[in-house]
């Protein structure tokens, strides 16, 4: 059973995915994303200006990527999403889990952890 917090916080999360990463919008990251955000992914540079020019730069080069949400969970002040990233069409594309801590009803942190889909390996469950 979540507290009131948790599901604040998991809609807020929710919320951010459908109007940022799942559409790369770039012009809706101030609603959610803290101007103090702290940013521990590999693949953006820190703050919250850095990830309004990555989204930027990669809704450019994949205007056609879908993000699939597979499932979520919240503990305390952080989100976990994992959802199946396909950067263009036919792409069996790669899983991410995104982590987030959330802060007076923002999210001020993230981490992220990234998988390959491999499609011809010895284990026959999927990763997503």
Same mark, same amino acid.
């Given at each position: 059973?979540?507290?009131?917090?948790?599901?604040?916080?998991?809609?807020?999360?929710?919320?951010?995915?459908?109007?940022?990463?799942?559409?790369?919008?770039?012009?809706?990251?101030?609603?959610?994303?803290?101007?103090?955000?702290?940013?521990?992914?590999?693949?953006?540079?820190?703050?919250?200006?850095?990830?309004?020019?990555?989204?930027?730069?990669?809704?450019?080069?994949?205007?056609?990527?879908?993000?699939? @949400?597979?499932?979520?969970?919240? $503990?305390?002040?952080?989100? =976990?999403?994992?959802?199946?990233?396909? #950067?263009? +069409?036919?792409?069996?594309?790669?899983?991410?889990?995104?982590?987030?801590?959330?802060?007076?009803? @923002?999210?001020?942190?993230?981490? $992220?952890?990234?998988?390959? =889909?491999?499609?011809?390996?010895?284990? #026959?469950? +999927?990763?997503?």
């Amino acid at each position: 059973m979540r507290t009131r917090e948790e599901q604040q916080n998991l809609d807020l999360v929710l919320e951010m995915f459908e109007a940022v990463l799942r559409p790369l919008n770039a012009d809706a990251v101030d609603k959610y994303i803290s101007p103090d955000y702290i940013q521990h992914s590999a693949l953006a540079e820190p703050g919250r200006e850095s990830l309004k020019s990555y989204l930027r730069v990669i809704s450019k080069q994949h205007p056609d990527a879908t993000q699939d @949400m597979k499932r979520c969970f919240v $503990d305390g002040d952080h989100v =976990i999403l994992h959802y199946h990233v396909r #950067p263009d +069409p036919g792409d069996v594309g790669f899983v991410v889990v995104d982590i987030f801590r959330v802060e007076d009803g @923002m999210i001020v942190e993230h981490w $992220d952890v990234l998988q390959d =889909i491999v499609t011809d390996g010895p284990n #026959p469950n +999927p990763v997503c």
